[in-house]
């Protein structure tokens, strides 16, 4: 069974946006659990542009299935995410100016020992890298127990000789991944249509999927949204 993760940071964005009440990352975190989704995924951005604090502890409170939680490699993020410890820690890039999340994190031999603490909280940490053997080594050596590999790129290619030079790419780094003992994910910028060329891979293990959902969910419903994708990714 591939395991779904529902990114609601999206839903926080709509509530941002007239800084209001409604609508509730949290309602959504459980509707999304209630209707196939493995685990829930939020962003916290050192800006605070959508998810906040006090939706990460909340969501930490109720969530039944696994909390991952995105967050970039500060002092402050590391702090916080050792003192509400989710399930799971992934380790992105972050830009100021960026509207979303760009590429993959350029890791470093020094960010072993921030890892180490993440451990040593007792939290499983991801790190999200595009789909490079080298970078994937490096995760292997620093202690990241995932990774999640970037689709990004993939997601914005038209032409079909370079999503299948894409895909090759994908499904190498996935087999590098494995063979080394890490869990593997995949995520950014997927939606119903093109993630079925990635699950007919049959080496990704987990998806974590959120503004498609979230954008289809305007007009299904958010039951229907993430029942519809987890039944996609295992048909």
Known sequence: MIK???NIDHVATIRQARNGKEPQPVQA?????????????????EDRRHIQDSDL???NQVVTTKLNLEMALTGEMVEIACCVKPDTVTLVPEKREEITTEGGLCLKPEFAEQITKLHAAGIEVSVFIEPDESMIKLAK???ADAVEIH??????????????AEIDNIFEAAKLIRELGMRVAAGHGLNYHNVMRLVELDVIEEYNIGHSIISRAVFTGLPEAVLEMKTLINS
């Open 151 to 164: 689709t990004g790129k993939y997601a914005n290619l038209l032409d079909e000789v370079s999503i299948e």
């Open 29 to 45: 975190a459980l509707v999304a659990e209630q209707h196939g989704a493995d685990q829930i995924t939020i962003h916290l951005r």
């Open 4 to 6: 779904l993760g529902v």
């Open 141 to 143: 050596e620093i202690g």
């Open 57 to 59: 502890h909340l969501i």
